[in-house]
């Protein structure tokens, strides 16, 4: 599944990702989820729910 978005930085003191909708229902995240991201040893971006 490939999606595409745009990197926005309204404010000048954080950029904005907007995950599509697609892939958060494949995912089966919900709106309040708790979300990181890491980066890989191949140095790639993952973005997973935060494990309490």
Known sequence: MANKTILQYPNKKQFIVTV????????????????????????????RRFQK
Do not use: T
């Open 20 to 47: 599509p909708k697609g892939l958060v229902l494949a995912k089966g995240w919900k709106r309040g989820d708790k979300l990181e991201f890491v980066i890989s040893n191949r140095g790639e971006i993952v973005m």
